[in-house]
């Protein structure tokens, strides 16, 4: 009797212990890390922006990072000359271990008759930013014709860049801005100050490049 009770016993530490250690794993793959993001669209000009959320690049509506989501429409008209505002609010994301890529995607429709130009800049909260062998941001740009875009190479330095690009959109051509925020290590502490996206996108007839 008591061979079988320790026998019993050793069976179930043993049990306990593998299922200790299977948690820890569990645990040690699981991740909350949460991007935030605010963009703020201004027209001076009559142009149309779209922003959504996605697990790939291209803007299909099968890859939106919440399936339940959708893809936000800001139509912003100005009058008299004077700009309209509108605004992308807790545009957030939380990774997985099964969810490490988040596509922030922009796309900017020139609803007008004439040439607009699109200009970037930070807000004040901007904090998003590479941690090596953690997190990678990469931000590409380019247009989109008949539904296909044809994106540019990776911006080098990333929103410094940006902030330094002027979009050029033809009349009724759409110009796509992307911006894939990739975990690179599930299990990595991340740091927490570098995680806000806030971007601010202006546009009007103004060719600062002339």
């Given at each position: ?7 019993f ?6 049990c306990?212990?593998?299922?200790l250690?299977a ?8 991740v909350t890390y949460?991007v935030?993001?605010?963009v ?8 149309k ?7 790939a ?17 800001y139509?912003p008209?100005?009058?008299d000359?004077t ?6 609010q807790?545009a957030?994301v939380v990774f997985?271990?099964s969810?490490?890529?988040?596509i922030y995607?922009?796309t900017c ?5 004439q ?10 909260t ?6 090596t062998?953690?997190l990678?941001v990469?931000i590409?740009?380019?247009?989109n ?8 190479d990776?911006l ?5 860049t940006?902030k330094?690009?002027q979009?050029?959109v033809?009349?009724?051509a759409?110009?796509?801005?992307e ?7 599930v299990?990595?502490t ?6 806000t996206?806030?971007?601010?996108i202006?546009?009007?007839y ?5």
């Amino acid at each position: 009797m008591k061979r079988k009770f320790k026998l019993f016993a050793t069976v179930a530490s043993l049990c306990l212990s593998v299922a200790l250690m299977a948690f820890g794993v569990y645990a040690a793959t699981q991740v909350t890390y949460t991007v935030s993001g605010n963009v703020s669209f201004t027209a001076h000009v009559d142009a149309k922006f779209t922003a959504g959320i996605y697990t790939a690049t291209g803007g299909a509506q099968g890859n939106l990072w919440d399936t339940t989501g959708y893809t936000n429409e800001y139509d912003p008209k100005p009058t008299d000359e004077t700009a309209a505002s509108s605004e992308w609010q807790n545009a957030n994301v939380v990774f997985t271990a099964s969810k490490t890529t988040a596509i922030y995607r922009i796309t900017c429709t020139n609803e007008g008759s004439q040439t607009l130009y699109l200009h970037f800049a930070t807000t004040d909260t901007h904090t998003l930013a590479d941690q090596t062998d953690k997190l990678t941001v990469t931000i590409k740009v380019g247009t989109n014709t008949s539904g296909t875009d044809t994106l540019g190479d990776a911006l080098t330095n990333d929103f410094e860049t940006l902030k330094t690009t002027q979009g050029e959109v033809a009349a009724d051509a759409t110009y796509v801005i992307e911006i894939e925020v990739k975990l690179t290590d599930v299990t990595a502490t991340l740091d927490s100050t570098k995680t806000t996206l806030g971007l601010k996108i202006t546009a009007d007839y103004t060719n600062s490049k002339a």
